[in-house]
């Protein structure tokens, strides 16, 4: 156990800090979204989270049940909640997190637990991602992961949020759209945000708000060559028939993500023809609750 002060992590504070990084989100949407060069410069990733989360808190009474109930059930209905309202990739990514997270929470987070809660909401983020890339929102998840435990709860919720945003500063150096945009990534402000809000509320932590700049990126053209639409959909299936949809799928597009579990995945992907994706999907699962968008314009 940790020493006195912060001591443990409960429902009720967890929901607490969930709704604040809501309102955070919420604020930097423009923002955020004008970060937003990769994998697509179709700045959305600002307007994407925010609904993920919200879609996580939606059900006021269901959550606030779950907060009373414990930590890691709080956890557990967020996160199911986000995956079914997730949008785009950095919504899968968001709400995969956070699903990794509850898989080894309790009623109550001691430090050592909370310390293994991210370890492992870093790692079932990357695997959502079916090719996933340094220098974005999965690395910063990684940087809040490998910071060492401190027994003082407060001090290691402190620590997370200095590296989370020493590496989200690193990002802009990871990728070449990034780099040549000038910005840090889009989806790793959002991290970020969740780090800043947990360190400011349970922690007291003084670190002023974050300020992030963009040296080029308004000022670039768009140029953008690669799919044309966005697809999701929803589907029933086991572990390893949402593999084998993501292998098989991988041919008529990229940035394929997937949230959720055997209770109900979403899946996401760009593609030039989401009609052909859909009528080859079915083939293999049963598909629901299709949306598409185009990417650009």
Not at 128 to 156: I, R
């Given at each position: 156990?940790?020493?006195p002060?912060?001591?443990?992590?409960?429902?009720?504070?967890?929901?607490a800090?969930m709704?604040?990084?809501?309102?955070?989100?919420?604020?930097?949407?423009?923002?955020?979204?004008?970060?937003?060069?990769f994998?697509?410069?179709?700045?959305?990733?600002?307007?994407?989270?925010?609904?993920?989360?919200?879609?996580g808190?939606?059900?006021?009474?269901?959550?606030e049940?779950?907060?009373?109930?414990?930590?890691?059930?709080?956890?557990?209905?967020?996160?199911n909640?986000?995956?079914?309202?997730?949008?785009?990739?950095?919504?899968?990514?968001l709400s995969?997190?956070?699903?990794?997270?509850?898989?080894?929470?309790?009623d109550?987070?001691?430090?050592?637990?909370?310390?293994?809660?991210?370890?492992?909401?870093?790692?079932?983020?990357r695997?959502?991602?079916?090719t996933?890339?340094?220098?974005?929102?999965?690395?910063?998840a990684?940087?809040a992961?490998?910071?060492?435990?401190?027994?003082?709860?407060?001090?290691?919720?402190k620590?997370?949020?200095?590296?989370?945003?020493?590496?989200?500063?690193?990002?802009?150096?990871?990728?070449?759209?990034?780099a040549?945009?000038g910005?840090?990534?889009?989806?790793?402000?959002?991290?970020?945000?969740?780090?800043?809000?947990?360190?400011?509320?349970?922690?007291?932590?003084?670190?002023?708000?974050?300020?992030?700049?963009?040296s080029?990126?308004?000022?670039?053209?768009?140029?953008y060559?690669g799919?044309?639409?966005?697809?999701?959909?929803?589907?029933?299936?086991?572990?390893n028939?949402?593999?084998?949809?993501?292998?098989?799928l991988a041919?008529?597009?990229?940035?394929?993500?997937?949230?959720g579990?055997?209770?109900?995945f979403?899946?996401?992907?760009?593609?030039?023809?989401?009609?052909?994706?859909i009528?080859?999907?079915?083939?293999?699962?049963?598909?629901?609750?299709?949306?598409?968008?185009?990417?650009i314009?």
């Amino acid at each position: 156990m940790s020493n006195p002060g912060l001591g443990l992590i409960t429902g009720p504070q967890f929901l607490a800090v969930m709704r604040n990084f809501a309102q955070a989100l919420e604020l930097r949407v423009p923002e955020i979204n004008d970060l937003n060069v990769f994998p697509v410069p179709d700045s959305d990733t600002g307007s994407n989270s925010v609904l993920t989360i919200s879609a996580g808190l939606a059900n006021t009474t269901e959550v606030e049940q779950a907060a009373e109930a414990g930590l890691g059930e709080v956890v557990a209905v967020v996160a199911n909640a986000c995956g079914h309202g997730a949008l785009g990739n950095s919504g899968i990514i968001l709400s995969e997190y956070l699903r990794g997270m509850s898989t080894v929470l309790d009623d109550q987070a001691d430090v050592a637990q909370w310390a293994r809660a991210l370890k492992v909401g870093a790692e079932t983020a990357r695997e959502a991602v079916l090719t996933p890339q340094d220098g974005t929102m999965l690395t910063v998840a990684q940087a809040a992961a490998e910071v060492e435990v401190d027994p003082n709860f407060e001090n290691y919720l402190k620590q997370i949020q200095i590296q989370v945003r020493t590496k989200l500063v690193e990002t802009e150096g990871m990728l070449p759209a990034l780099a040549a945009a000038g910005v840090v990534d889009a989806g790793a402000v959002v991290i970020t945000l969740l780090h800043d809000a947990f360190a400011a509320q349970l922690a007291n932590s003084s670190v002023p708000e974050l300020v992030i700049t963009q040296s080029k990126c308004k000022e670039l053209p768009v140029d953008y060559s690669g799919p044309e639409f966005e697809l999701m959909f929803d589907f029933l299936g086991t572990e390893n028939l949402k593999h084998k949809l993501e292998q098989e799928l991988a041919k008529f597009g990229d940035s394929i993500t997937v949230a959720g579990d055997e209770s109900g995945f979403n899946f996401h992907i760009h593609t030039d023809d989401p009609d052909q994706v859909i009528e080859f999907g079915r083939t293999l699962v049963a598909i629901g609750n299709t949306r598409v968008h185009r990417l650009i314009g």
